[in-house]
């Protein structure tokens, strides 16, 4: 508070001085502790500034694009479709046949039959038998009935009743109403206020024009040239004599005797005899006399299984006898010989040639420059200005109130009562009862019985023999034959053909065309904007006064003087 009205009280001390003494120092000179007289402000003055907003108007051209219809002729090409006769070479194919001959070499197979011997062993088998003696153990079964004495015991159910007596808890509900004391509080609010200064800073902007040296750097490029080195690798072709080894065959004619095998039919008669069967045959049926009706009646005769044989037939077949045949057989053998050749090689080798060639390369060099340049500059300071405003708070206070509430209470309260029932409960006795059972037991003997069998066994035993055979030796020899082919091939002839074909022209015409076009045009208009100044205002506070029963410390505090009785 001494703070804000530091300014305003040494303002009102050099206007009143003059006029009167009792005001020279604000009461200074009275200032006591205070009685039952009044404390009252002064009232103050100070200088703020008020934001005042204009409307103003100026003229803006505006660019209004307008639109326009036109007509213009426009040039349209019309596809038409004209026949025209033309003359195309079209290819006709025609297929020769000329004749070429060509050596063959084609193989004489021949083949002789060579006698030769070997030795062959041939398995003798012969059938040999042992005597073996074994131990069968025979099972002999036998079956006796036993008496037994079974006790079985047979349950009997009795159902009987019992009297069981029980208490039940039965429920008896209440209600009665009880009163309480219940004690609320009730919020009381009031609102307050309280003198609240401080401070809002004010900016002022300024802008200056400043001069600033710039260095620049700007490129310059130069083009320059440096001599590359470089090696080529030339071809150079030189003939070589290189040997080659190949592969040569000659043939060598030999003879050789071949033993062959031909086969001779001979019929042969055998005898196959018939097939035997079974048949059932019944027996002749006669007439016997019944004692009993005193009648004949025809009995028929018993059935029996006879075997029967069909009778034996000859059968005439052809069987195929082996004979051994010489004969002599020529053979070619082939045998492999390596010939060493001298054959002519072109060989390709690189030689290396040094070459020189200028390569230009462009060099870039920074050139500085100095400018000056003018560069606004903004500048802000900020102007201090004192305000006061009214905070306004609530405060809260709770106020006690009693009440008396009634409530509904339910009370429970358990009866107790006896009750009698019939309980049926089941009684199981055994009674016993005896009883003969005849069974069947088989018992089984071993009995050990000795037997004698004949075992088959095969002996093989090999036999050494001596063989000819006539093996066949197939021998080939190349003959040359010439033989003539006809080749076709194809002969290609230039036809000329006269077809028909549509072309597609293009006729001009004009046509009109309407479009619309924006024509621009200027038109004026005044815009509203607005023009907002601060005015410097004078603001004087209304004096109050206040009792100053709190004492003078407090009004010391406040900035306020007490006046003691005018001398």
């Not at 300014?7 to 006029?19: D, E, I």
């Not at 090696?231 to 071949?258: F, G, L």
């Not at 500085?368 to 809260?396: F, I, L, N």
Request: hydrophobic share 25%.
């Amino acid at each position: 508070m001494i703070k804000k009205f530091a300014l305003p009280v040494a303002v009102l001390v050099v206007g009143v001085m003059s006029t009167s003494s009792a005001w020279a120092f604000c009461g200074g000179k009275k200032y006591s502790c205070c009685k039952k007289s009044a404390c009252c402000q002064p009232q103050c003055c100070y200088t703020t500034y008020k934001k005042v907003c204009q409307t103003c108007y100026k003229t803006v051209c505006e660019t209004v694009y307008e639109k326009q219809t036109r007509t213009r002729c426009k040039t349209v090409c019309d596809k038409v479709w004209k026949e025209e006769c033309k003359t195309v070479m079209k290819p006709c194919y025609e297929t020769r046949y000329r004749e070429c001959q060509y050596t063959v070499c084609k193989p004489v197979y021949e083949t002789k039959m060579v006698e030769k011997q070997i030795n062959c062993c041939k398995p003798v088998y012969e059938t040999k038998y042992r005597t073996c003696s074994y131990t069968v153990c025979k099972p002999v079964y036998s079956t006796k009935m036993c008496t037994k004495n079974v006790v079985t015991c047979k349950p009997v159910y009795e159902t009987k009743y019992r009297t069981c007596t029980y208490t039940v808890c039965k429920p008896v509900y209440s209600t009665k109403m009880c009163t309480k004391n219940v004690v609320t509080c009730k919020p009381v609010y009031e609102t307050k206020y309280r003198t609240c200064t401080y401070k809002v800073c004010k900016p002022v902007y300024e802008t200056k024009m400043v001069t600033k040296n710039i260095v620049t750097c700007r490129p310059v490029k130069e083009t320059k040239y440096r001599e590359c080195t470089y090696t080529v690798c030339k071809p150079v072709c030189e003939t070589v004599m290189k040997t080659v080894r190949r592969c040569v065959t000659k043939p060598i004619c030999e003879t050789k005797t071949v033993c062959e095998t031909v086969y001779d039919k001979k019929q042969v008669c055998e005898c196959v005899p018939g097939k035997t069967y079974c048949k059932k045959v019944r027996d002749p049926g006669c007439w016997v006399c019944d004692p009993c009706t005193c009648k004949r009646k025809w009995v028929k005769g018993q059935k029996r299984t006879i075997t029967c044989k069909e009778p034996d037939r000859h059968v005439t077949r052809c069987v195929k006898v082996p004979r051994t045949v010489a004969r002599e057989v020529k053979c070619v053998r082939y045998e492999k010989k390596i010939v060493c050749e001298q054959v002519p090689c072109k060989v390709t080798r690189y030689e290396k040639e040094t070459c020189t060639k200028r390569i230009p390369y462009t060099v870039c060099r920074m050139v500085r420059e100095c400018k000056q340049v003018q560069c606004p500059v903004r500048t802000c300071r900020m102007v201090t200005e004192c305000k006061t405003k009214q905070v306004p708070y609530t405060v809260c206070r709770m106020v006690k109130d009693c009440k008396q509430v009634q409530y509904p209470v339910r009370t429970c309260k358990m009866v107790q009562e006896c009750k009698t029932k019939q309980v049926p409960y089941t009684v199981c006795r055994m009674v016993k009862e005896c009883k003969q059972v005849q069974y069947p037991v088989r018992t089984c003997k071993m009995v050990k019985e000795c037997r004698t069998k004949q075992v088959p066994y095969r002996v093989c035993r090999m036999e050494n023999y001596c063989k000819t055979i006539q093996v066949p030796v197939k021998t080939c020899r190349m003959e040359k034959q010439i033989c003539t082919k006809k080749v076709p091939y194809r002969v290609c002839k230039m036809v000329p053909e006269q077809i028909k074909c549509k072309k597609c022209v293009l006729v001009p015409r004009k046509v009109e065309e309407t479009y619309t076009v924006c024509v621009p045009r200027k038109v004026t208009k005044k815009v509203p904007y607005q023009v907002c100044k601060c005015v410097p205002v004078c603001v004087c506070s209304e004096p109050t006064c206040d009792s100053c029963d709190s004492g003078c410390s407090e009004a010391g505090e406040s900035g306020c003087a007490c006046n003691g009785d005018d001398d």
